[in-house]
Each structure stands twice: as structure tokens, then as C-alpha cells.
């Protein structure tokens, strides 16, 4: 979920930091629909919440769909096109790596990687409404209010999961965030932010380095 320093004074910097955004959101779709299709059947969800966890991450595919179209069309005010700057694969590595094992995915996908768009967010909106795009800003905006809910979604379906384990639902986030994440988990976090989604500091405080 980082999105490299870029000056935001020109509309070059501005484009960059929107296509990192934009290509965040290409991989979000990708994530919450491989959800849907790799665990609904899984056998840790009980027959009668497979609509509700299907329909959860649909209306988070739909958001993140929306989110990708709307800074698709900023790039292309901006002259711009997704796909004119090189991308990283971060995000479809830690899909990749946890494809097998459904709450370690559900403990990193919302909970890591979202989580930390939470995070970097609010600092981007600044600068861009210190540079003056404020329309930038508010697209940004309208994506850190909604992420809040997939956090918050990510959270409700990681403790179901952890209910069925002999640990406590933050020691096993631990656990399977130390064996499956390869990333650092860094400070400072936005605790206002990931409190309202259900994720409370015992959860990433402890995996956390400085
Ligand atoms: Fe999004
Ligand atoms: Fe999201």
C-alpha cells in the first residue's frame, strides 16, 4: 500500500501519485473478487453465512471497481492513462502467497494492506490540497471514507474465523500475519481511523516496527 514521496507541485507528480493509487485499486477489484471465488465454499464458513460473506465482498468489489474508474478518468482529465507508469506487484504477491490459506488472507488483504491505506491517506489528501487539486483530494477522500468499511468487513470476517481457533483472535492474527506477510507493518498508524473499523491496537501495536 505504499505510494512513493512525489513532489505534487506539478501535474507530472500529481499523475504519478494518482496512477499508484489507481493501480492499488486495479488490484483491489482483483482481491475482493478472488475472495468471493477462492473461499465462499471454504469449510470454515458455516453453509448458512456464505451469501453474507459473498455479498460483503461484492459491495467491496463494486466500491473498488467505482474507485479505479474514478481516478482512471482524473488520470485522463490529467492527460494521463492508467497503464503509462510501471507498477509494482506487492499486492498480487501477498494474494499469491496466501492463496491457500483463507484467514491468513483475510488478516492480510483488509487487514495489513487496507489497513494501512489508512494509514498514508490523510496525508496525501493534504498535499494535494496543498498543491491546489482539490479535486484529486476529494476523490481521495471519498475512497478513505469507504475503506474504512472494507477494513471494518475485513475485520468482522477475520474474527469469525479466529472464533474457531484455541488462541485469541489477536494472537493468531499474529501468528499468521509473522508466517505469511513478508512486509513490515509501520508506524505511525492511523488509530482513529482503524478503531472505527474494528481493529484495535493489540492487533498490529505488537507486529509493528519502528
Ligand atoms: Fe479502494
Ligand atoms: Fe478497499
Redesign the pocket.
Known amino acids: 500500500m505504499d505510494v512513493p514521496r512525489r513532489r505534487l507541485g506539478s501535474s507530472q507528480g500529481r499523475g504519478a501519485l494518482l496512477h499508484a493509487v489507481a493501480h492499488i485499486?486495479l488490484n483491489?477489484i482483483d482481491?475482493?473478487a478472488d475472495m468471493i471465488a477462492r473461499f465462499t465454499l471454504h469449510p470454515a464458513l458455516r453453509e448458512s453465512d456464505r451469501k453474507r460473506f459473498a455479498a460483503d465482498w461484492t459491495s467491496?468489489c463494486d466500491?473498488?471497481a467505482r474507485?479505479f474508474l474514478m481516478l482512471a478518468d482524473r488520470l485522463e482529465a490529467l492527460g494521463l492513462s492508467y497503464g503509462d507508469y510501471p507498477a509494482h506487484n506487492g499486492l498480487w504477491e501477498a494474494a499469491h502467497s496466501t492463496r491457500d490459506n483463507f484467514p491468513a488472507r483475510v488478516a492480510i488483504a483488509?487487514l495489513v494492506l487496507?489497513a494501512r491505506?489508512l494509514d498514508v491517506t490523510p496525508n496525501m489528501i493534504n498535499r494535494l490540497n496543498g498543491a491546489g487539486d482539490h479535486k484529486s483530494a476529494q476523490m481521495l477522500q471519498v475512497?478513505y471514507d469507504?475503506?474504512i468499511g472494507?477494513?471494518a468487513t475485513g475485520a468482522r470476517w477475520f474474527k469469525y474465523l479466529a472464533a474457531q481457533q484455541a488462541d485469541s483472535a489477536e494472537s493468531y492474527f499474529h501468528e499468521l500475519v509473522r508466517t505469511h506477510f513478508k512486509g513490515q507493518i509501520k508506524s505511525p498508524f492511523n488509530e482513529k481511523a482503524r478503531t472505527l473499523a474494528g481493529l484495535a491496537r493489540t492487533y498490529y501495536e505488537p507486529l509493528s516496527v519502528n
Open positions: 485499486e483491489a482481491l475482493a467491496v466500491d473498488e474507485h483488509p487496507e491505506g475512497i469507504e475503506e472494507h477494513v
